[in-house]
């Protein structure tokens, strides 16, 4: 009779350690994470090099980290991981909290939706490389097709978050601010349609276009239904034809015109939305504002603006209402409601509002552009943020740099002196 065989002996030599497979968890979150910050790299370098530069070392300090503690794995590699990582989260904090004024002004950023993927995967890198540094953790034993299991899990959640983080239809609820700053982000641009050439348009939807790439299918139930709504939305923007039928019904300018987007004409007694964000018929004939190609009493109607103060509102019929969000306007309270002096799309500063009067909002509520004008439909999409129908008088797009310049004009064309 042979030796006797002892079965746990076994099962153990036929397993793997903990610390092989938290080696893998911390390479592949690092991976992701490096995935998020180099998509985010060419964003943050058009706010300042420094910016760029921190996004770059960050992601390329990941990936390092990815393949040292793969290939070489020693003490020494985790506590790298653990110190980048504890650096990139101290500076996102402060970046979302107090400002960072190195390569800005210092105006503490909104929260956005891929920087708080990329925190999450800094978190769970810090935690496997503490995790590695415990002896007890790390040499533990369990079976190698649990082992297996585990890390592709976790290689699925890791991809799954990297992906989403630049993913429109997820990242749409952050609006404007896909990845997080206050200028263009990660989903933008997907409009444009062939009027990006030099007369400016391509410039101006940079970072603040929110529509689909393309239309996502709709049921045929659906089709009807929303070819029903788009035409009582049409009959309520023609119900105030022009800028002086507007005036006479009591509507108040809001901001200056602005090329891609037209005047906006404020009903604040709309300002709320439905309440259960459910577009019916009654909240469809009740726009926040009407949309008109300029500002003159004559100033034909284009379009119409929609508010809701319920996150992710259903809207429209379909999957293809967009809804967006503003970071850091700025209001100011007048006798006939509130105006947006320098405008609502572009972000500014507090510096910049404390100049006009004004009072910086950090987030508005949810939006919606709706072209539905005859002569006014917009190449980019029904309900695409900037339409390239509404030009300034000169068929251009061309805007003054300076918002600050604004002062009183009604509008921000560049005019034929500047």
């Excluded at 990297?162 to 997907?190: N, Y």
């Excluded at 300002?271 to 459910?278: K, T």
């Excluded at 469809?284 to 379009?303: E, N, Q």
């Amino acid at each position: 009779m042979g030796a006797e065989v002892d079965d746990s002996q076994v099962n153990v030599e036929q397993g793997t350690s903990v610390g092989r497979c938290l080696q893998w968890s911390a390479a592949l979150f690092s991976v992701a994470a490096a995935a998020i910050h180099f998509g985010a790299m060419g964003e943050h370098a058009g706010v300042s090099w420094s910016h760029g530069l921190f996004f770059a070392g960050a992601a390329w300090c990941e990936l390092v980290l990815a393949a040292w503690i793969l290939w070489r794995p020693t003490r020494n590699a985790a506590w790298f991981g653990i110190a980048l990582n504890v650096v990139v989260l101290a500076v996102w904090v402060a970046s979302r909290t107090v400002g960072i004024p190195i390569g800005g002004d210092g105006t503490p950023e909104v929260v956005g939706f891929a920087d708080t993927l990329a925190s999450l995967l800094a978190v769970a890198t810090v935690i496997a490389c503490v995790a590695l540094l415990a002896p007890s953790v790390a040499g533990a034993r369990v079976g190698r097709g649990l082992g297996i299991a585990g890390v592709v899990v976790i290689g699925i959640v890791s991809t799954a978050l990297a992906t989403a983080a630049f993913t429109p239809s997820f990242a749409a609820a952050d609006g404007h601010d896909h990845a997080g700053s206050g200028s263009a982000a990660a989903g933008h641009g997907h409009g444009g349609g062939g009027a990006s050439d030099d007369r400016g348009f391509a410039a101006l939807a940079n970072g603040e276009q929110h529509d689909h790439a393309f239309t996502l299918p709709l049921t045929a139930r659906e089709r009807i239904e929303l070819g029903r709504q788009l035409a009582l939305a049409r009959e309520t923007a023609l119900r105030y034809p022009t800028v002086a039928d507007a005036e006479a019904a009591g509507l108040r300018r809001a901001g200056p015109f602005s090329p891609g987007l037209g005047a906006h004409y404020i009903n604040f007694a709309n300002a709320s939305g439905p309440p259960n964000g459910v577009m019916d018929d009654e909240w469809i004939g009740r726009p926040l504002a009407w949309m008109y190609d300029g500002t003159k009493p004559t100033s034909r109607i284009a379009g119409l603006f929609y508010g809701s103060s319920v996150e992710n509102p259903e809207g429209f019929a379909g999957p293809n209402d967009v809804w967006h969000a503003h970071r850091n306007a700025c209001i100011v309270q007048t006798p006939t409601g509130i105006d947006a002096p320098l405008g609502a799309d572009q972000p500014v500063t507090e510096r910049q509002c404390d100049a006009v009067g004004g009072m910086l909002i950090r987030q508005t509520q949810q939006l919606l552009h709706v072209w539905v004008v005859p002569g006014y439909e917009s190449p980019e999409g029904v309900y695409a943020h900037l339409s390239s129908a509404i030009t300034c008088d000169d068929g251009t797009y061309r805007v003054i740099e300076d918002i600050t310049k604004v002062g009183k004009r009604t509008s921000i064309c560049v005019s034929g002196t500047e």
